[in-house]
């Protein structure tokens, strides 16, 4: 066994090993092979070494049925087994984490015990609250190390309403046993109230409080002239002797509220959410309605939706500054707008910022920007525009033909629901799989001090006689086991498995789209030669033939996510660093890294155009489509990139109308419908998720057309290298597109700079001697 598993890995690095340089070979290549081409075509057709048949038109076209490929394989079966044993993992995983884990412990608050306080079932069933024994200990910088306040902890039915000390509890039974909050083991009366304070049993005093976020906090208030109270008192008596400022009990929970900050801000999210979600429920329908009808307008309106489309835009855009500037104006002599947003800081309430005339004023800023800067791209696009416009008429012949190819974005939506949710899922279970850590809290100083403890011996133990105010509270959740030790590799597992099927997904998208559209345009009678079920028919050839490639390539483009997710963690952990170098070096790691990730995506989405057509594996399919591309560099330009661009306008034009009527809606600035809006805490909330969710929605029907336009486009090139549009070898493409192509073709010939390449590339070919055989 241990012969086969050696056998394994060094056939598996072999295997990647040989990948990576065939990738670093394929860019190599591509960075020179147009130049050699075109310095051979000069040359009169001198062979050039390491040339190939990659830029010389296929001979066997004639033998090949690209409408519906037959001879097909599995492609990269190896990537194949591995995404499938990764699979098997991610579920092993999933299975660990779910037995393991408890959600609890994200939901309830929990005491010195490790007890969770108000769950059903369990004796604390009724003490729903936390109370601190001395909130004034919350006030040390302990609570930023550790996020826990290193006092006893405990669950109780309701905060306290009165000041009491113990000592008064103590003379009166009653007091002590209805009023008093102490630990279920204060049973014995015969011990003095300092005996039970050095044994940890009950607090020295209380003050009125108030539930916030299931704990119990004291009851701050202020009087006139700023004065701070708890209750309605400005210092109380401490129980121990001394009194204690109402001042010195804000800060305690100030730090108090370092610890539960997060928390208080995600339940009034997650509350939002309960009063809105099925408002944002129909918000999100109203998007996909918007979406469709606007994609089936394009479909036999293509020229003037794209031009309504255009004109809407910048109107959208310009009411936008228009708003800007009326809330702008309309708050000039507000007391308190004209302070600055520096000075407001960080406010988890956004409606705050929308009281202050610089939010407004930065706004309209932005959205001028992005005005000028639309209408500058369409003033010099114009002539680009016209050819992008009949390139997307024939997107929507085609999607006419595969009318299917517009529902199939609700697949791939389901399909990354599905990823997203067990991933989500075995991150929490994974990260409340941990054990009760207790670590020793004091005041004073001691060798001991925030070292594990066992709250069971601890009183026995040397520590409690070394350290005399030392208390063993529950600090977090950890664990010393096996499991807890490599519990970050499974939380690095979960996140790299989520990558990879969520790009898997939009993978296998990708080639079911462009497989239906490329068996359109291969068709030579249309209709009649496409396939009755085209998108059907792609995705079974999909999974059936090529689920390793797509596994493949989405592994490449992961890999690059993953290091950009670690690059992100280190540049927060390094955030407050004083080293700027290693700011620098960082922040260029952070750019390349991303600038990597533009460029497989754009390769990898080619390459699944190619295995959609031909059906080879991943290497050579992205190999072809890269060389395809830079052999028609001026039409991918002209044609491809501007059709992007008037796609994302789409895109952004559903997403400011769906974003604009939120926002009066939730605002309640539409008098008619003020009533039917919820109250909510923080209204930005169902904003921002409309706008998100419309614009992937949007990004989904859309990425139709796109991944339309990108077939379309890889085809013809294939079709004009393969055909000259004789009897013999007839183009495939239509009239239309024949048009297009004219065009782009005259405006490479205007293509400046050409004679200066063909200058640059002989020079260096003289300069190189570069040959076969004989120097030239």
Known sequence: MLVFSHWIKRRLSTYLFSVLLGLVRVYLRAAFEPLLCRLRSRLGGLSLPGSSSLYRPHADFKTQNLSSPLHRGCTDILCCILFILALLGYFAVGIIAW???????????????GQFCGQAGTPLEK???????NILKCASPLVLLELQCPTTQLCVESCPDRHLTLVKAKIDIFLLFTFYTCLNCITNQKLSPPEILKEGLCPAMLMPSKAFTQRCLPALGTMKGGVVVVGNETTFDAGQGYNINATDVLEASKKSNVVIEARQVAMRIFEDYTHSWHWILLGVVIAMV???????????????????????????????IFHCYMEFASLKGEPGSDVTIRDLGLQTDFSVYLQIRQTWLAFMIILAIVEVVIILLLIFLRKKIMIAIALIKEASRAIGYVMSSLFYPLLTFALLAVVIAYWAITAVFLSTSNEQVYKVFNNSDCEYSR????????????????????????????????????????????VFLFFWCANFVTALGQVTLSGAFASYY?????????????????????????????????????????IRVILEYLDHKLKDAQNKCAKFLLSCMKCCFWCLEKCIKFLNRNAYIMIAIYGKSFCPSARDAFFL????????????????FLLFLGKLLIVGIVGIFSFFFFSGRIRTMEEAAPSLNYYWVPILTLVVASYLIAHGFFSVYAMCVDTLFLCFCEDLERNDGSSERPYFMSPELHEILSKTKKLEEDHDGKNSIDDFVVWAYNKLKISDGPAV
């Open 127 to 133: 003490k729903p609250l936390l109370f601190y024994f």
């Open 522 to 562: 291969w068709a030579f009678k249309k209709p009649d030669d496409i396939p009755a079920y085209p998108i059907f028919s792609s995705l079974g050839r999909a999974l059936r033939y090529h689920t390793g490639s797509l596994a493949f390539g989405s592994l490449i483009l992961s890999m690059v996510q993953v």
């Open 290 to 320: 918007v979406s469709l009808i606007f994609i089936v307008l394009l479909r036999y309106l293509a020229g003037i939706m794209v031009w309504v489309m255009i004109v809407l835009v910048i109107l959208v855009l310009g009411y936008g």
């Open 629 to 644: 591309l830079m052999r028609n560099i001026v039409r991918v330009a002209v044609l491809d990139k501007v059709t992007d």
């Open 99 to 113: 037995s393991q884990g408890d959600p609890r412990k994200v939901i309830y608050p929990t005491d010195s015990r």
């Open 451 to 494: 070292e594990t403890c066992d709250p069971k011996t601890f009183n026995t133990s040397n520590i409690s006689a070394q350290c005399p105010d030392a208390e063993c509270l529950f600090a977090f959740y950890g664990g010393e086991t096996l499991y807890h030790k490599y519990l970050i590799l499974f939380q690095f597992y979960n």
